[in-house]
């Protein structure tokens, strides 16, 4: 028996199909039974279901960072759960786990103040957080992890407990990079940045300048500071009426600013960028951070997808042909490329050392596609394609949050953490969830225990 306040949906009960989709439509899985949690106790009725019943704990927020199979398990859906309580004294943000940053930041705004938000403002707060968080303000103040103040969940046992530096520090320091393998996340605390105001947004080049200004780029970021979040997107436009007109069925070479420090210092080096040849269409401008999902511009719409992504070193100009001979405006790259810049606070390391890789990483390499039907094994081919291009200038690890619906299996999970950090995560899920409860997810299977045998964590879903 399963009782909650929320809904609680099997395949036959109206609701379902509702409930159980996320952003991601490349996933069309039937989970057993789908509980729409309004509470922290609904969280905790369905883990104790799940292990009663010998079924895993999925937890669907927005659904952008779930990507493996959920057929015949239960699925905890919070996006009901979207409370934002804003301490401006404190400049801390509570937000339970259905909260998108969107929620966040404007809550922070009435303060003066930011969270550390990621590119698209529809995405969950809390999943990106337990994903280490690469965010706009990122270079400056580190991943959003780094941030985080407490989380309270409902761990393996199906109790909720509350940890924090000083409550289940080794528990706490698993979350802030480990994603959803230790338990439900029924709320986190942040801290909230002095940010107000960005000099932000895009310029956007035209298929004569693309091999020029993607060279340029590659230059530009080793000079700038870093108050400077930037990146470059790599696509062909489709012939939309969406799309604006200046872009529509063109290819584009889109720079993407985010400068929170003193905005005419934003502008100069803005100004550095033009030079390298006149954009098509040119947003950049001083903005209030309440407007920042405008700067990537990323599509609001659930869709299809096909993601890969892997952490590079410094960059030269035999990166750049390599890359533009698979992806450049001469090409037919079904697939949109994008290079996030790292360095600055992203390469020092914390006191902690969460559990996050990319602390050596200059750039992240992140491809992704709309994924036609039976398109599942040419997709892969595509991208790994580019990706192999890159393997020169690859550190071999991969962002968490990045990760796509083609990277469940344990040896590809492992590339998201250094060694040690993963070796302790295993470690760490032993003592938490040793019989893996949590594991409709990218696992992080428990460190063999003598006498006892795990569970199997879930497979890539088929295409």
Not at 120 to 125: E, F
Not at 181 to 203: A, D, F, K, Q
Not at 273 to 291: K, S
Request: charged share 25%; aromatic share 8%; net charge negative.
């Amino acid at each position: 028996m399963l009782d909650a306040v929320g809904p609680v949906l099997r395949p036959e009960d109206a609701g379902y199909d509702a409930e159980r989709l996320g952003f991601n439509l490349a996933l069309d899985d039937h989970p057993a039974v789908v509980v729409g949690a309004e509470e922290w106790g609904d969280v905790a009725a369905a883990v104790r279901y799940a292990a009663g019943s010998g079924l895993g704990v999925g937890v669907l927020a927005t659904g952008h960072g779930i990507s493996v199979r959920t057929d015949g398990q239960v699925l905890v859906a919070t996006r009901r759960m979207r409370g934002v309580e804003v301490d401006a004294s404190r400049r801390v943000a509570r937000v339970e786990p259905g909260a998108r940053w969107q929620d966040v930041v404007e809550a922070a705004a009435e303060h003066g103040l930011a969270p550390p938000s990621g590119s698209n403002p529809g995405v969950g707060a809390v999943g990106y957080t337990l994903g280490g968080g690469i965010g706009l303000l990122g270079r400056r103040y580190g991943y959003a992890a780094e941030h985080a103040r407490s989380f309270d969940l409902v761990t393996a046992d199906g109790h909720r407990q509350t940890v924090d530096a000083d409550h289940e520090p080794d528990l706490f320091w698993a979350l802030r990079g480990g994603k959803g393998n230790y338990g439900v996340v029924t709320s986190m605390e942040i801290g909230l940045l002095p940010v107000s105001r960005l000099h932000g947004g895009g310029l956007y080049f035209g298929a004569d300048d693309a091999e020029h200004v993607f060279h340029a780029y590659l230059h530009w970021v080793r000079d700038i500071p870093e108050e400077m979040t930037s990146s470059i997107q790599l696509m062909h436009h489709p012939d939309l009426p969406q799309i604006p007109e200046e872009l529509r069925g063109r290819y584009i070479a889109h720079v993407r600013i985010a400068h929170c420090g003193a905005p005419n210092e934003g502008e100069q080096y803005t100004a550095a960028l033009r030079e390298a040849a006149t954009p098509v269409l040119d947003t950049v401008r001083t903005m209030p951070y309440t407007e920042a999902g405008s700067i990537h511009h990323e599509p609001p719409d659930p869709m299809p997808t096909f993601d890969r992504n892997s952490a590079l070193t410094d960059l030269t100009d035999a990166t750049a042909d390599a890359l533009l001979a698979h992806c450049g405006p001469r090409s037919e790259a079904p697939y949109v490329v994008e290079l996030r810049h790292h360095g600055g606070a992203y390469a020092r390391t914390s006191k902690d050392r969460i559990p996050v890789t990319g602390r050596d990483a200059a750039f992240l390499l992140f491809t992704t596609s709309l994924l036609e039907p039976g398109g599942y094994r040419q997709a892969r081919a595509e991208h790994d394609r580019l990706h192999e291009a890159a393997a020169p200038w690859a550190t071999h690890r991969t962002f968490v949050n990045f990760l796509g619906i083609d990277d469940a299996p344990q040896e590809r999970v492992a590339t998201a953490y250094e060694p040690d950090a993963y070796a302790r995560l295993r470690a760490l899920k032993a003592a938490y969830d040793p019989d893996n409860l949590f594991r409709v997810n990218y696992n992080i299977p428990p460190e063999e225990q003598p006498d006892r045998r795990h569970r199997a964590p879930a497979e890539p879903h088929p295409h």
